[in-house]
């Protein structure tokens, strides 16, 4: 559905019943009785009803498939490993596709196969939720406290994404089609500026316990945000937008939680709720654990052609370090044809009917570690940036850095990114682009991948369809 459309009809009835029934193999709430409209205030008189239409935005986050066109939160990753320097495409792939995002030569015209209309089709939907549940006055309170914290950090991470695969986006902050019709692109400052708004409400919002479906009880599932997967977020935030205090303040709050959260060793990270895991997406196709390990895995018997047709890259392979267990524990290989394929192996059980024990992990601790390290490091703190290094570095079995001033901590910050985060939710690409690296690596790595590389392709292209709907809605250079 097109952005002029969902803000224009809203969502089906269809869609939600996709969101409220699902074959999934824990379901998050069961409700009785068919709903109409999710937007209908009787939805949002219900602590059943208000808390399904949340449930099923994690729902779909999780179904969709990585490897067939699911333009979702889950395959953020894997679309952005071809853009950068990540992933190959194999060259027997005729997936035209998945080749113009490898090849950096993305278009307009790829209808349907764009994270633009997956995460406004979720912005009408949290949007209606906010508008239903404050006007709420049948909700058990902490049930519409919750839920509206989940409804503004789910908007915040929709326009983290928005924000960094295409520049200046719309703004859209409420279920008002005849408002949003004519709407043109805010500039990015203004949406950063939303992010930071919607985070730190659903940081007070939150609880700080994992809850249980009913939302009124202490769980030991890790699959519904709390105010620590707001903080996480929040604290990545600053640091995209160099708010280098804030960002070291934020990811404190978070490492300090030691009751809670920990760093594990390096085969237990992508287990279900370990305790490393901030927020995870629980597996919801039955017999299935991920789609990253159905994803990534390549099948010995259909060599790399099978799955989805990627592996990794040598740009990536190259920079581990000798004796780095995350090189041995998160890549594995396959030989085809007297050549050797190796990919991401972060995430194991790829067959159906397998226990389920991972979960696709959104927010870990890890990542709090490498925020601060950077955030102290660009404050000139360097033993404290040192320290943090030290950590990660020791759940990979190697020694601290060397590094000791700004410029050598900064690239030992970002080697560690690119090694303890690759093939995660777009780290990678985003790194390169707010480093200000991105065409120095690009135009070495695209002309191998069959491409030109042009600096405007940086930001992805918005669909055709919303440029000619809506005038004010200006294309990326470049399309």
């Keep these: 559905m097109h952005f002029i459309n969902i803000i224009k009809y809203g969502i089906s009835s269809s869609l939600l019943g996709i969101l409220l029934l699902t ?9 009785d009785g068919p709903i109409t409209s999710i937007s209908g205030k009787n939805v949002y008189e219900n602590d059943a009803t208000s808390i399904a239409v949340l449930s099923g935005i994690y729902t779909k986050m999780s179904e969709n498939s990585i490897q067939y066109g699911g333009f979702d939160l889950s395959s953020i990753g894997f679309i952005t490993g071809l853009v950068s320097d990540e992933l190959i495409l194999y060259i027997g792939n005729t997936n035209t596709t998945l080749m113009s995002y490898f090849q950096n030569s993305m278009s307009s015209r790829l209808q349907g196969t764009s994270f633009w209309n997956t995460l406004y089709s979720r912005l009408y939907i949290v949007n209606s939720a906010i508008e239903g549940l404050t006007a709420s006055k049948g909700l058990n309170e902490k049930v519409k406290l919750q839920l509206l914290g989940e409804a503004k950090f789910i908007r915040a991470i929709c326009y983290f994404y928005l924000v960094n695969l295409y520049g200046d986006v719309p703004l859209v902050t409420n279920p008002d089609y005849t408002v949003n019709l004519s709407l043109s692109r805010s500039p990015q400052n203004k949406v950063w500026e939303q992010i930071v708004s919607d ?23 890790r699959v519904r945000p709390t105010k620590w997967a707001a903080i996480a977020l929040l604290a990545r935030t600053y640091l995209y937008i160099q708010n280098w205090k804030r960002a070291e303040d934020e990811s404190s709050i978070l490492i300090d939680q030691a009751s809670i959260f920990s760093l594990v060793p390096i085969n237990e990270k992508f287990k279900k709720n370990n305790n490393e895991a901030i ?61 050797i394929y190796s990919f991401a192996y972060k995430y194991k059980l790829h067959t159906q009917g397998e226990d389920v024990n991972e979960y696709n992990t959104v927010l870990r601790l890890s990542e709090q570690y490498l ?9 000139r703190n360097f033993n404290g940036a040192r320290e943090d290094l030290k950590k990660i570095r020791e759940k990979a079995g190697l020694p601290n850095t060397i590094a000791t001033d700004f410029n050598s901590l900064q690239s030992a910050i970002l080697h560690e990114r690119q090694v303890e985060l690759f093939s995660e939710y777009g780290h990678r690409w985003f790194d390169l682009k707010r480093t200000n690296n991105v065409n120095a ?8 991948k069959g491409g030109n590389w042009n600096p405007n392709w940086q930001w992805f292209p918005i669909p055709i369809y919303d440029t000619q709907a809506n005038s004010n809605i200006q294309q990326n250079i470049g399309y």
Excluded at 199 to 221: C, H, M, R, V, Y
Excluded at 441 to 448: E, L, Q, Y
């Design 279 to 339: 927020w995870q997406l629980q597996p919801v196709l039955r017999g299935w654990n991920t789609e990253d390990a159905k994803a990534y895995i390549i099948p010995s018997d259909f060599g790399p052609n099978g799955a989805s047709g990627v592996y990794l890259s040598n740009h990536l392979l190259d920079v581990f370090e000798p004796n780095d267990q995350r090189k041995k524990e998160w890549i594995d290989s396959i030989s085809f044809e007297n050549s």
């Design 371 to 379: 925020i601060r390290a950077e955030a102290r490091n660009n404050q």
């Design 441 to 448: 690596i690009m135009s070495k790595v695209t002309p191998i």
């Design 23 to 31: 074959n999934s193999c824990k379901k998050f709430v069961e409700v």
């Design 199 to 221: 985070l730190i409400d659903a940081k007070n919002l939150l609880s700080a316990d994992f809850l249980d479906a009913t939302l009124l009880s202490k769980d030991n599932e």
